[in-house]
């Protein structure tokens, strides 16, 4: 059986199984999903992962997300949140075709992990920082305790240009980023990336790096 696998099939799963490898040894990092809603005339941002990895990626304060004791009091998203997502972006550039997009914040949601929700085409991400699935009213927990969903639009399009997310500069620490970058009937591309803490991350149309 093994006789008819060709010497470049066979060299393509070691090149596989070296890059799994790689991506195994760096799963100790923050973890980071983004879903990226591309159009001619608009473009939609979102990024999912654990809030307090999120906090440290984005290099803000823990009292932008939670109070002084690092708790995150539900009571204070009964207003809206987009403030919240502002300040989480505030440290970070983002660029379409290498010029300013101007996202702004439309929501930031927090969801407890036995409650995750999907996070890879942008309906699903859209219903991420839209549901408030909340404890009861005066509850308070640890932000490191919670998932947290945050979502941006930017009246600037990206259809067929690169997106430069310049993450401020960090510890060092990897981040672990999927990206699901959509196109609309063109459909979706998702694929992974490893990058260290204050690292430029260059979403490109089309990018043939399938998960």
């Known amino acids: 059986m093994l006789r008819r696998f060709s010497i470049s099939t066979i060299a393509a799963l070691a090149v596989f199984l070296s890059v799994q490898s790689a ?12 879903v990226v809603n591309r159009d001619e005339d608009a473009t939609e941002l979102y990024f999912a992962g654990n809030a307090g990895d999120l906090q440290r990626i984005f290099a803000v304060s823990r009292d932008a997300l939670a109070d ?6 539900f009571a204070k998203f009964r ?3 987009w403030d919240i997502g502002d300040r989480l972006l505030a440290k970070t550039a ?6 300013d997009a101007g996202f702004e914040a439309m929501s930031l949601m927090f ?16 219903l991420a920082i839209s549901v408030c699935n909340g404890p009861a009213y005066g509850t308070r927990q640890p932000l490191d305790t919670l998932d947290a969903y945050a979502g941006y639009f930017a009246h600037k399009g990206s259809f067929d240009v690169p997106i430069r997310i310049q993450f401020p500069k960090t510890n ?3 981040i672990n980023v999927v990206i699901h970058d959509y ?3 063109d459909g979706m591309v998702s694929y992974r990336q490893v990058i260290s ?10 990018r043939d790096h399938p998960l």
């Open 23 to 34: 991506w195994a040894q760096n799963a100790k990092g923050h973890d980071l999903t983004i």
């Open 68 to 73: 002084s004791e690092g708790l995150v009091d």
């Open 79 to 81: 207003d809206g949140t």
């Open 94 to 99: 983002v660029t379409i075709a290498e010029r």
């Open 111 to 126: 969801h407890h992990p036995s409650e995750r929700l999907p996070m890879t085409t942008p309906m699903e991400a859209m």
């Open 172 to 174: 060092g620490t990897p």
């Open 183 to 185: 196109h609309g009937a």
């Open 197 to 206: 803490g204050g690292e430029a991350l260059v979403v490109s149309p089309g």
